[in-house]
Nanobody, 127 residues
């Protein structure tokens, strides 16, 4: 099983980026898929999830209206379009096959051991 992220870069505040995550070795099209960001202060912070069966999407309030999650099942690729980036958005972004946290926006250590995870891609928002 592999999840490989790409698209991270250095962008100024107000800029945009699109992250990609290519999956292999598991049922990509039938899985819930999630973007998570690793922050020194907050740990593993949930960003957004997409549920394949329903097509429903869910967002952390901090990114709602600025980020858009989508997926291309034919190419086993998950995307995160990030617009109007803020300095606080700068983190390592990972994709994972687990759902949003059971409580709040931060994954517990036990939750973080579940499912499949990519290594992440660095997003830096700086002028």
């Amino acid at each position: 099983v592999q999840l490989v992220e790409s698209g991270g870069a250095v962008v100024p505040p107000g800029g945009s980026l699109r992250l990609s995550c290519v999956g292999s070795g598991f049922a990509f099209s039938g899985s819930v898929l999630t973007w998570v960001r690793q922050t020194p202060l907050k740990g593993l912070e949930w960003v957004s999830s997409i549920y394949d069966e329903s097509g429903n999407t869910w967002y952390n309030n901090a990114v709602k209206g600025r980020f858009t999650i989508s997926k291309d099942n034919a190419n086993s690729t998950l995307y995160l379009q990030m617009n109007n980036l803020e300095t606080e958005d700068g983190d390592v972004y990972c994709c994972t096959s687990i759902e949003r946290p059971e409580y709040g926006y931060t994954y517990s250590k036990a939750e973080a051991k579940r499912g499949y995870w990519g290594r992440g891609t660095q997003v830096t928002v700086s002028s």
